[in-house]
């Protein structure tokens, strides 16, 4: 053979002239003998006998594994030409060569060479199974799905991440790539509802955006987006100057109710009362109007006296009442106080009251340590309560001395005296003495 590789070397070289030009039409396939598409094809070769040898620019073969390569030797001796090359072939980290010599440069010369490659069928569809139109990224590929929700990639052996978007939205699969491979990828797709409303139930013509994609309600407070690829889209809902932010999970809800609080609390049933203390007690009861309302976040209570304002603490006594203990101030002196109630969307009800504790005083005020039985009484109280007792002990007085009365006359006559009524007549004459033994 070494022989025989001389003989045709000799034979060239007295056949061909100094300095040549050769066409190549490189194939390439795989294991399996399938084109392979993206094979880089390069030759090493003389330039001439200073220059030495050079490398051709790489050519990546087409979809039926092709590639074009054209290299020229400039040498302008024959005795001094290089009439063998070097045919290489890259296909991801795997490089095949061919050692190749110039025979006739006439013609094209058509050379096949083989690379270890693989498919990998990526199948991109919804929840339900139905196709879907996606960008599919495999390696250094990207390809669009066809009709059937299915992109093609040949690749070399090794691992890849499958990545298919729509709209923005990810999904990706690991995969080994050691033979050919159907890869599937699920693309769950929604139907987003979103409502708007008032607190009174009542529709509104708001903005809805989710995911850059924006809509107005219709008449009914409704926005609808379909296909909707993202699982937790970002949703932001605008009316007038207020907005709401959801980030909901579509895998547990796809509709939603937006609910914009218009209305303020209303302060009801304000009242007040002196304590015999003399402090003041603040009641306040708060409705939050609206069937839909956001419900009460907070009451605050403050007081003015002489221009300073003085804030109290407001504790909750029942459902939605209030109140709160103003500290004593001097008599005669007008107190302002304003109750505060806020709700969840930050509107706020007002409502004021005021009082002035009078110079005299006349109630009776229970004392603990103090007075008769702990009873302070005032001079009013003490002359009616004397004249009263002594009504009463008079009465009493009488009675005994009435009692006392009708005993000594029984024990004179020796009869019985029934009681008088107040009623009853005394008889016409006085009774008869009983006969002496």
């Given at each position: 053979m070494?022989?025989?590789?001389l003989?045709m070397?000799?034979?060239?070289?007295?056949?061909?002239s100094?300095?040549?030009?050769q066409?190549?039409?490189?194939?390439?396939?795989?294991?399996d003998?399938?084109?392979v598409e993206?094979?880089?094809?390069?030759v090493?070769h003389?330039?001439?006998?200073?220059?030495g040898?050079?490398?051709?620019?790489?050519?990546?073969t087409?979809a039926n594994?092709?590639?074009?390569?054209?290299?020229?030797d400039?040498e302008?001796l024959?005795?001094?030409?290089?009439y063998?090359?070097?045919l290489?072939?890259?296909y991801?980290s795997?490089?095949e060569?061919?050692?190749?010599?110039?025979?006739?440069?006439s013609?094209v010369?058509?050379y096949s060479?083989q690379v270890k490659?693989?498919?990998?069928?990526?199948?991109?569809?919804?929840?339900?199974?139905?196709?879907l139109a996606?960008?599919?990224?495999v390696g250094?590929?990207?390809?669009k799905?066809d009709?059937?929700?299915?992109a093609r990639?040949?690749?070399?052996?090794?691992?890849?991440?499958?990545k298919?978007?729509?709209?923005g939205a990810?999904r990706n699969?690991?995969l080994?790539l050691?033979?050919?491979?159907?890869?599937?990828i699920e693309?769950p797709?929604?139907?987003?509802k979103i409502?708007?409303?008032d607190?009174?139930k009542r529709?509104l013509?708001a903005?809805?955006d989710l995911d850059?994609a924006a809509?107005?309600?219709?008449?009914?407070?409704i926005?609808?987006?379909e296909?909707?690829?993202?699982e937790q889209p970002?949703v932001?809902v605008?009316?007038?100057?207020?907005f709401?932010?959801?980030?909901?999970n579509?895998?547990q809800?796809?509709s939603?109710?937006?609910?914009?609080?218009l209305?303020?609390?209303?302060i009801?049933e304000l009242?007040?009362s002196i304590?015999?203390n003399?402090?003041a007690?603040?009641n306040?009861?708060?409705q939050?109007?609206?069937?839909?309302a956001?419900?009460?976040s907070g009451?605050?209570?403050?007081?003015e006296?002489g221009g300073?304002t003085t804030?109290?603490?407001a504790?909750?006594?029942g459902?939605?009442?209030?109140e709160?203990?103003?500290?004593v101030?001097?008599r005669e002196?007008?107190v302002k106080y304003?109750?505060?109630a806020?709700?969840?969307?930050?509107n706020a009800?007002?409502?004021s009251g005021t009082?002035t504790?009078?110079l005299?005083?006349?109630n009776?005020?229970l004392?603990?340590?103090n007075?008769?039985?702990?009873i302070?009484?005032?001079?009013e109280?003490?002359?009616?309560?004397?004249?009263a007792?002594?009504?009463?002990?008079?009465?009493v007085?009488?009675?005994r001395k009435r009692?006392q009365?009708e005993?000594d006359?029984e024990d004179e006559?020796?009869?019985?005296v029934?009681?008088?009524?107040?009623y009853?007549q005394?008889p016409?004459n006085?009774?008869?003495?009983?006969?002496?033994?």
């Open positions: 070494l022989l025989f590789a003989a070397l000799l034979f060239a070289s007295h056949c061909l100094a300095g040549y030009t066409k190549l039409l490189v194939q390439v396939f795989d294991q003998y399938r084109p993206g094979a880089q094809v390069y090493e003389q330039v001439n006998s200073v220059v040898d050079a490398k051709t620019k790489p050519v990546s087409k594994g092709t590639a074009d390569i054209s290299f020229t400039w302008e024959s005795g001094q030409t290089k063998t090359y070097t290489y072939t890259k991801g795997e490089v060569s061919a050692v190749l010599t110039v025979t006739d440069t013609a010369r058509v060479m490659a693989h498919y990998a069928f990526v199948s991109v569809h919804d929840q339900k199974g139905k196709p996606a960008s599919v990224t250094n590929t990207t390809r799905t009709v059937g929700g299915m990639f040949q690749l070399p052996p090794g691992k890849y991440t499958a298919a978007e729509i709209n990810v699969r690991d080994s050691d033979k050919d491979q159907n890869i599937e693309f797709l929604y139907t987003v409502t708007v409303i607190d009174y529709p013509a903005q809805v850059g809509k107005n309600t219709s008449a009914d407070g926005a609808v987006f296909n909707v690829s993202n970002k932001t605008r009316y007038n100057e207020s709401r932010k959801l980030q909901p579509l895998k809800e796809s939603m109710l937006v609910v914009f609080d209305t303020k609390p209303v009801q009242h007040h304590q015999k003399e402090e007690v603040i306040a009861y708060v939050e109007p609206g069937a839909s956001s419900g009460i009451v605050s209570i403050t007081y006296v300073v804030s109290v603490p504790y909750t006594v459902y939605n009442s209030f709160a203990k103003i500290p101030v001097p002196t007008l304003t109750v505060k806020t709700d969840k969307a930050g009800g007002f409502a009082y504790i009078a005299e005083r006349k009776v005020e004392k603990k340590d007075g008769f039985f702990g302070t009484l005032g001079w109280t003490i002359v009616v309560g004397l004249v007792f002594g009504i009463v002990g008079y009465g007085l009488y009675y009692q009365h005993k006359l006559i020796g009869v019985e029934p009681p008088q009524s107040p009853s005394p016409v006085p009774p008869t003495l009983p006969p002496q033994a």
